[in-house]
């Protein structure tokens, strides 16, 4: 196994789109039987939603998937320069595209896209000049300048990693969430990791013992790494949102929501100074769907609600005021859609369709760190592809 794109030099040029249609594809320079001879062949087509209008980039590989993380860790810089998660057949692996080179960043064998054990390509986050990722339940960070992959952290025998990466802005910090969840009384942790010296801070789930014992969704705040949000994770949940301060061990519920309404997929604001969730519908119940921002102290800054769509997986644009979100799909039209929401206005509009059919990467969308772009994921032809909107 290696981890450093030293074990296979790989550099390629991305031919420009013209547009309307058009396509350009890389040629692997690797012969055919490198595990990244699929995946560098990066296809971009661009092509407009005849319902919408909407211009978009679909990035994708031959008989493989391209996607671009999970859960809004940013893996775009800007519009013409991200990381992507690749998998053609010979296991996940991450890459670069940058002004029109592809390189491999990692090479890995057998390692599934969709794997649950090693949540590989569910989990890489980036920060400024480094990347994280998980790889046999332990953290890697990459320095995106020096191509140097080392590792940061693994837990002991018999725990393992769970759930997303999180790291602070300046890329020291890192969260994520710590189980031995394959035994009998599963125990759940938050961890929080110095990614230059390893040393880790982890405390037990306050919900442990009880029959929702889950602690998920660990994040630790952008600009301030003693504060640290997580989710109580389970049906029914009403204390969703919990903060824990790293120095005292102290953790707290941020918000009580209403009996039988059903929030999810929490995170900081970019500037770190709120959190934002999405709201489920429930139309058995006359639940709408709803974006809501809180305060850490729990007040509610604001909300927007609506009938009309299912929120799923939301992600904030940089300056604060613009939402992507992708749909869970909706009995109205059985339609999943990617919809930006701007939050001045209080205005949704619909960007793409996503696929309906079950889509094992969901959209996922996810600003580029300059907010000139959008990436998600959609489900075509038997496959994962990303894609690429321009907001105006």
Known sequence: MCLVTGCLPVLLLLSGCSGGGSAAQLEATAGPESPHAGCLRLANDDSVDGETGTSVVRYSVPSGHVHGGYFAGTLAVSRDNFFFVCDSGGGANLYHSNSNHVSAVTEFDGIDVFSDANFFGSTPYRTQNSLFFAFENSVYSYDVLSGVTRQVFRPEDGLYLWAPLYATADGRWLSFTVSNRNADNPLYFLARVDALTGQVVMRDSPFTGTDKPIANHVQVNPFDPDTVLFAHEGRSVQDRIWLWKVS?????????????????????????????????????????????????????????????????????????????????????????????????????????????????????????????????????????????????
């Open 248 to 392: 005292s061990g102290e953790v707290v519920p941020v918000y009580q929501q209403e009996l039988f309404v059903e929030w999810g997929h929490e995170h900081w604001t970019p500037d770190g100074t709120a959190i934002y969730v999405v709201q489920y519908g429930d139309p058995s119940r006359a639940i709408e769907s709803a974006f809501h921002v809180l305060s850490p102290a729990g007040e509610l800054l604001s909300s927007f609600a609506t009938n009309e769509f299912n929120f799923n997986h939301a992600a904030m644009a940089p300056g604060g005021t613009e939402v992507v979100i992708d749909t869970f799909r909706q009995e109205t039209d059985g339609q999943r859609w990617l919809l930006h929401l701007d939050l001045v206005t209080g205005t949704t509009r619909r960007i793409y369709p996503i696929d309906s059919s079950s889509n094992p990467a969901h959209g996922h969308p996810s600003w580029a760190e300059d907010g000139t772009a959008v990436f998600f994921n959609d489900w075509i032809d038997g496959r994962i592809e990303l894609l690429r909107w321009l907001p105006e």
